[in-house]
């Protein structure tokens, strides 16, 4: 059988919704749960396909400043102490923000143009298409960052 026949019907009468804390929700007790991140992957609305669900998670890593927002809204929620808001940086917006997060750190304040196109690769920014022109551009939204 291929992988792009097997049908998934979720068993509704199984199905949970619980109110935890996460501590308990990265507790082995729910380790072989799966999370709405792991759906993700076999939806296909969400060009996920049943490869990339047994892949999981760690190989199909996705990006946006949706998730990154959303990470930061929940750990000034629920891990406030180790959380703090920094507003002297000007972080370029949409990928290239994430091509800066990706590419700028006190270890690499001035990446080469081959860890540009990785980074592009890894994060969807222009994959396959960096041209000097678009890496120049990137440098250039990423001067104040």
Known sequence: ?????????????TLRLEDIDDATYFSEKFSNYI?????????????????DFFEGLSKHVKFSDSLLFGSAIHELVLQPDSFFLVTTVDRPTAKAGLMADELFNPDHLVPTDEAIIAASDKVD???GKMTS?????????????
Do not use: A, F, V
Request: with cysteine.
């Open 1 to 13: 059988m291929k992988l792009s026949e097997i049908k998934i019907t979720p068993l509704l009468d």
């Open 35 to 51: 999370s709405n991140s792991r759906l993700s992957l076999i939806n296909p609305d969400q060009n996920g396909c049943p490869k």
């Open 125 to 127: 920014y222009y994959k």
């Open 133 to 145: 022109k678009k890496i120049n551009d990137l440098k250039i939204k990423c001067i104040d960052y």
